[in-house]
Structure formats: structure tokens, C-alpha cells
């Protein structure tokens, strides 16, 4: 878990929770290949995929945002596990000011993507994806920041009001209305 208090520098902690299984307490049924079975039933364990801070995050643009994914309840670690927007697979390479940390292990494995200065281009959904494990999804929105600076990629009109290109507006405007509707 990561508590973040919103002041500039930011100020963050991370903890992290352990749970254990109360010894005392005995389960009745076997395992087998993963499979478990209780009174009869059988039923398989599934890995499971948390973002936290939830499904729609906010960043001011120019600001730096951190997006990380948690795949738990893993036997072995995860041979694939990255981050995709828009179904293309985000990297430094492709997003400049992008930083990608991966660590795959068994038990809990965790992808962090941390994009050092957003711009309003940078607002859409990314999904968290692994080879193990259903994917997971988060909206990151961008807004235009206090500082009155105008932010990469927008023009001012003459009315004083700030736009991109108005198809990529309305695209954008519809799919975080959809994804909110949705």
C-alpha cells in the first residue's frame, strides 16, 4: 500500500501487508495442480490484479504521476506483466519522460509506471496486463494546471480559451464520459 500526502515535493510511504493463515485454524480439502477441493467442489485459485488508489486517477499536467499494479495470489512469478494504452504497449521508448519498474516474483509481482511530466495527450485508459491473471483497468484524466502556463500542445483563441484540435477534445471528452456512464 502507498499513502501519498498532495504537496509538492510529494510525500509518500509505502507499507507493506502481510496475511497469514491462522494455524489454528484447518481447511478441509486437499490441493492438486492448483486445484483445491472442499466438501466435494472443486475450485481453482485465480491470481488476482489491483491498481490502486482506484479505476479513474487525476494528474495536473506538467505534474508527475506514478500508476502501479498489483498481481497477488501468484504460485510463480508472471512471465509477462507491462502496462498498454490505448492496446499499444507503453514504453520509455515510445513515451519520452516514461519510467517503467517491474518485479515478478511469486506470491505478489508488481508493475509501477511513472510518467515524469503528464501533458493532456496522456489522459486515456491503461491496462494492466499479465500472462497470469485477468486484466485490470484505470482512467488517468489530465487537466490543465493552476499555474496559468499553457501546457504542451494546446493554442490559445482569440477568446482566451485554450483547445486542441477539436476531434482529439470531443474523443477524448466522450471516452471519459463513457468510461464514467459505463
Known amino acids: ?9 510529494k510525500i509518500n510511504k ?18 492438486k495442480n492448483g486445484i483445491k477441493t472442499h466438501l466435494g467442489k472443486k475450485y481453482r485459485h ?7 488508489g482506484g479505476s479513474i ?3 495536473t499536467s506538467g505534474s508527475g504521476v506514478g500508476l502501479e499494479c498489483l498481481v ?5 512469478p508472471p512471465l ?11 514504453t520509455a521508448k515510445e513515451r519520452p519522460g516514461v519510467s517503467l519498474e517491474t518485479e515478478k516474483l511469486a506470491g505478489v509481482s508488481r508493475i509501477r509506471l511513472y510518467i515524469g511530466s503528464t501533458v493532456l495527450a496522456d489522459t486515456g485508459n491503461y491496462t494492466c496486463v499479465s500472462d497470469t ?17 499553457v501546457p504542451e ?7 482566451g480559451d485554450c483547445r486542441r484540435d477539436a476531434d482529439k477534445e470531443v474523443i477524448v471528452m466522450f471516452m471519459v464520459v463513457g468510461f464514467m456512464v459505463g
Do not use: H, M
Open 46 to 52: 485465480e491470481p488476482k490484479v489491483i491498481i490502486p
Open 57 to 59: 486517477q487525476y494528474a
Open 80 to 90: 509477462s506483466l507491462y502496462w498498454e494504452k490505448g492496446n499499444k504497449v507503453v
Open 153 to 159: 500542445g494546446l493554442k490559445i483563441g482569440q477568446n
Open 14 to 31: 509505502q507499507i507493506f501487508l502481510s496475511v497469514k493463515e491462522n494455524p489454528r485454524k484447518q481447511e478441509s480439502g486437499a490441493t
Open 72 to 76: 497477488s495470489g501468484l504460485r510463480n
Open 133 to 149: 491473471a485477468k486484466t485490470e483497468t484505470v482512467l488517468l484524466v489530465v487537466t490543465l494546471g493552476n499555474d496559468g502556463q
Open 1 to 9: 500500500y502507498e499513502c501519498q500526502v498532495n504537496t509538492e515535493p
